[in-house]
C-alpha cells in the first residue's frame, strides 16, 4: 500500500459515522486524486472492531483510490502482485491469484465484501477468481493467518475486494465513476461504470464492466516444446459483469439486498501442448474473419464460467438486547458454473453452489475490553465430470463460533480472539482450532512497535483429500491424501487407499514490526515466522501416469478418473502426491516514502520470502524470488509523472524437477493529467509504459513459467472519471 496511508476503525455500520467522519472521507478521496501530501483515511470493512492499520498488531494494508485504478488488471493477481508480501500465480494473466508469504490455494481466502468468492479458484491455478476489482472501491489484505473471522481458509491470509453494491450510507444525492482503458501488448478494451443514488429512505447501486483482450506479446523466447515464440498464444480473455443493489436505511441501521451476474471466457495456455500440433495444420488458414475467442477454441480449450451471486446485509445499533450495542448480519448465495471447451465441444464442467452466512455481535465492555463475537456458517457443494475431473464431487460444511476482544492499557493496546469450528469434507471431519494474541506499544510520537502472535489450524480441502487423475493445467497427475501408491515393481503402481488417516494443518505464526509516521517519512517493515505442522502440499513421486495399471479398482470414483486417463494429452504426466510435513516460512516486507518537498517523492518497498521442510530442509515449491522496488514522483498543478523500477531476484532455492528461475528487472512509467478545465468533472487521463526496456521475465511461483512469461513492452491509456 502507500506508506502513510492510515486505515480507520470498521464501524459495521456507516450509520454510526458522524457528519464529520463522512466529511473527512471525501476530502481523503480528494487529496487521493491530486496532490497525495495529506495522510489518508481509508475506512476498513474486515473487522468488526475498530483499529487503524497502526493500532492493528496483525498487518494489513489497503489498495484504493489512484493506487487501485493504475495497478487494476484482469486477475487479482496481477493487480496486487506489487504490494509487499503479495506475489501472484501468475497463469498467463487469465487466472492469476494472490500468494501471499508463499501462501496460496485454499489457505488464502479470497472474499466480495466479507463473504467468500465462491468459485473454484482455489482448487487449481487455471481456475479464475470471480471478484472484480475495476468497480470496486478498495481491497483489503490481511498478510498472515485471519482465521479467527473468516476461517481455517485463511491460515495465510486473506484478500477482501470490497464495493458499494450493499450501501451503508446515503450518498448525498447521486454519485457515480467510469472509466475507458486500452493497451498495446494483448489489444485491450476495456469499460467500466457505476452510480449509486439516493431515494427517500433507500440507496441504490449499480455498475458494469465489459473487457475484451487478445493474446499478448513477450520479448522472444524459446519454450519447452523448443517453439521460438513472441507471443503466447491462448491468452485471450473476454469477460463482462454487472451488479444491482438496494440498501433500505433506518434510524438505528440499514437493510441490503444486492445480485451480480459475471461471465468470462478465457484462453487456457499450456492445455494445448500435446494436441496443438495435430490440429494446426488443418486450422491454420481457417475462420480467419471470426472472433477471437472462436478462432481460439479451434487450437486450444478455453473457459466459460458464469456466476450468479446474491448477497444480503444487515446492521443494527443499539438493538433491544442486553449488553449488545450493535449486530450485523452477511449471506451469500452463490450459484457457479465453469466449463473447459476443446475443440468446440465441454470437456470438463466444475459446478459450485454455496451458502455463507456470517452474525456478529458487539458487546459492551467487559472488564475493560471492547469485544465482539458471532457464528459463522459456510455450505459448499461442488462437483465436476468429464475428461479432467481429477476430483470427485464433494460437500464441504463449516460451523465457526468465534469471539475477538481489544483493550488500551496505558500505552500498549492488547488484541486476542479464538475461534472454533466443526469442518467436515465428504466423510471426513476436523475440528480446527484458532487463537491469536497481539499488542500495539507507542513507543514515541509517530513511532509504533507492534507484534502479534498466532496459532492456527485449517483441515485440508477436498482437492487435497480426494484429487485422483490428470491436471493439465499443472501437467501432473494428482493424488490425494486419502490415497497412496503401491509399487509392485519399478515400473508398475496399484493406487490403494492411504493407510495414514489426513490431519489437520497447524501454524505458530509471529509478526514483529516497525511504523514510523513522521513529518515527511513513513516506512513499515515487518519481519514474520511461520512455524506450519503437517503441511500440505504436493510432492512429486518420481512415477508418471502410465506406470498405474487398473488404479479405479479401489476408486469408488472410478469413472472420472479412468475418463482422464483415457483422455491422454500428451502421453505421461509425472504423478505428485499430496504429503504433510513440518514446514517453516520467514521473511519480511518493508515499504518507505520519502516527501522530499511538496512536488518530489520517493517510495521503496522489498520483500523476501524462504520456505522449506523441517525434517530435511528440503525447499518448498514455488517460493518467490525476492523483490526490491523503488519509484519517484513529481506532482505538477495540472499533471503527475512517475518513474519506477522493481528487480526480480534469481531464485535459486528449489525443490525437485523445478529449475532455477533467473533476475529480471521492470521499468515502469506513468504520466496522469488533470487539466483545471477537467477538474471540476473529476477527469483524470493517463499514460502508462510498463516493461518499457521489453525485459524478459518468468515467474518462479507460476506452473507455466517456462511457457508464459511476462507481458512484454506495454503502452496504455485511459481515461477515469466521477460524476
Do not use: C
Not at 144 to 157: D, K, Q, V
Not at 319 to 330: A, F, M
Amino acid at each position: 500500500m502507500l506508506a502513510g496511508v492510515v486505515v480507520t476503525g470498521f464501524s459495521s455500520n456507516a450509520l454510526a459515522q458522524d457528519q464529520g467522519a463522512t466529511t473527512a472521507t471525501e476530502s481523503t478521496t480528494e487529496a487521493a486524486q491530486h496532490q497525495h501530501q495529506d495522510t489518508e483515511v481509508i475506512v476498513i470493512t474486515s473487522s468488526p472492531l475498530a483499529r487503524t492499520a497502526l493500532e492493528s498488531a496483525q498487518p494489513i494494508s489497503v489498495m484504493a483510490g489512484d493506487e487501485l485504478r493504475e495497478n487494476q488488471a484482469h486477475t487479482l493477481g496481477d493487480t496486487l502482485m506489487h504490494e509487499p508480501g503479495i506475489n501472484a500465480t501468475h497463469f498467463a494473466g487469465v487466472a492469476s491469484s494472490p500468494i501471499i508469504r508463499g501462501l496460496d490455494g485454499p489457505r488464502v481466502k479470497i472474499a466480495q465484501n466479507g463473504l467468500d468468492s465462491a468459485d473454484v479458484s482455489r482448487g487449481s491455478p487455471d481456475h479464475a477468481v470471480t471478484t472484480e476489482t475495476s468497480v470496486a472501491e478498495q481491497v483489503e489484505i490481511f498478510r498472515g493467518p485471519a482465521t479467527l473471522l473468516y476461517g481455517s481458509g485463511a491460515i495465510g491470509g486473506v484478500v477482501n475486494v470490497v464495493d458499494q453494491r450493499i450501501a451503508q450510507d446515503f450518498v448525498g444525492g447521486s454519485r457515480g465513476f467510469y472509466g475507458v482503458n486500452l493497451n498495446t501488448a494483448s489489444n485491450l478494451r476495456d469499460a467500466t461504470v457505476g452510480f449509486n443514488a439516493d431515494h427517500k429512505n433507500t440507496v441504490w447501486h449499480a455498475d458494469a464492466f465489459i473487457r475484451r483482450s487478445d493474446d499478448y506479446d513477450v520479448p522472444s523466447f524459446t519454450n519447452d516444446e523448443g517453439e521460438s515464440l513472441t507471443r503466447i498464444n491462448n491468452s485471450f480473455v473476454d469477460a463482462e459483469g454487472v451488479n444491482l443493489g438496494v440498501s433500505y436505511l433506518f434510524d438505528q441501521g440499514y437493510f441490503g439486498v444486492s445480485y451480480g451476474r459475471l461471465e468470462q471466457q478465457y484462453g487456457i495456455p499450456g492445455h494445448d501442448h500435446a494436441h496443438q500440433d495435430d490440429h494446426a495444420d488443418e486450422h491454420a488458414d481457417e475462420h480467419e474473419h471470426e472472433h477471437e475467442a472462436e478462432v481460439h477454441a479451434e487450437v486450444g480449450p478455453f473457459a466459460d464460467l458464469w456466476q450468479n451471486r446474491i448477497q444480503v446485509h444487515g446492521g443494527w445499533l443499539t438493538p433491544s438486547l442486553q449488553g449488545i450495542e450493535k449486530v450485523e448480519l452477511r449471506y451469500g448465495f452463490t450459484d457457479y458454473q465453469h466449463q473447459e471447451i476443446e475443440d468446440q465441444l465441454p470437456s470438463t464442467t466444475f459446478t459450485n453452489e454455496q451458502h455463507e452466512l456470517r452474525l456478529t455481535a458487539n458487546h459492551e465492555p467487559l472488564a475493560g475490553w471492547q469485544g465482539a463475537f458471532g457464528y459463522h456458517y459456510f455450505d459448499q457443494q461442488q462437483s465436476a465430470f468429464g475428461a479432467e475431473a481429477y476430483t470427485p464431487a464433494s460437500t464441504t460444511e463449516r460451523h465457526g463460533l468465534f469471539w475477538l476482544l481489544e483493550r488500551e492499557i496505558n500505552q500498549v493496546t492488547w488484541q486476542t480472539g479464538v475461534r472454533y469450528e466443526d469442518v467436515s469434507v465428504n466423510e471426513y471431519s476436523f475440528q480446527p482450532v484458532s487463537a491469536s494474541l497481539g499488542l500495539t506499544y507507542q513507543l514515541q510520537p509517530g513511532v509504533q512497535l507492534s507484534a502479534n502472535l498466532s496459532h492456527a489450524q485449517r483441515a485440508p480441502s477436498a482437492n487435497e483429500l480426494f484429487a485422483n487423475g490428470q491436471h493439465l493445467a499443472t501437467r501432473t497427475y494428482e493424488l490425494g491424501l486419502t490415497y497412496q501408491l503401491d509399487a509392485v515393481s519399478e515400473h508398475y503402481l496399484h493406487i490403494e487407499p492411504a493407510t495414514k488417516a489426513p490431519r489437520k494443518e497447524q501454524s505458530n505464526n509471529i509478526d514483529l514490526g516497525l511504523h514510523l509516521n513522521l513529518a515527511s517519512f513513513h516506512l513499515d517493515w515487518t519481519m514474520f515466522y511461520n512455524r506450519i505442522d503437517d503441511y500440505v502440499f504436493n510432492a512429486y513421486s518420481g512415477f508418471v501416469s502410465s506406470d498405474i495399471a487398473h488404479h479405479h479398482e479401489h476408486d469408488e470414483h472410478a469413472e472420472q478418473p479412468g475418463e482422464a486417463h483415457d483422455h491422454d494429452h500428451g502421453g505421461a504426466l509425472p504423478i505428485v502426491a499430496y504429503q504433510q510435513r513440518d514446514v517453516e516460512l520467514y521473511g519480511y516486507e518493508l515499504s518507505s516514502r520519502w516527501e522530499v518537498t511538496e512536488q518530489v517523492e520517493f517510495t521503496a518497498f522489498s520483500d523476501y520470502i524462504r520456505g522449506r521442510a523441517r525434517d530435511g530442509g528440503d525447499n518448498l515449491p514455488r517460493i518467490p524470488a525476492q523483490r526490491l522496488g523503488a519509484e519517484g514522483r513529481y506532482q505538477a498543478d495540472q499533471w503527475e509523472a512517475k518513474l519506477g523500477y522493481t528487480w526480480y531476484n534469481r531464485q535459486t532455492r528449489i525443490t525437485a524437477y523445478e529449475t532455477t528461475t533467473p533476475s529480471y528487472g521492470l521499468l515502469n512509467a506513468q504520466l496522469n493529467l488533470f487539466p483545471v478545465a477537467l477538474q471540476q468533472h473529476g477527469i483524470t487521463l493517463y499514460l502508462k509504459a510498463e516493461n518499457l526496456t521489453d525485459e524478459l521475465g518468468f515467474v518462479h511461483s507460476s506452473y507455466l513459467k517456462d511457457d508464459a512469461p511476462i507481458r512484454g513492452r506495454n503502452f496504455s491509456i485511459g481515461i477515469r472519471g466521477e460524476f
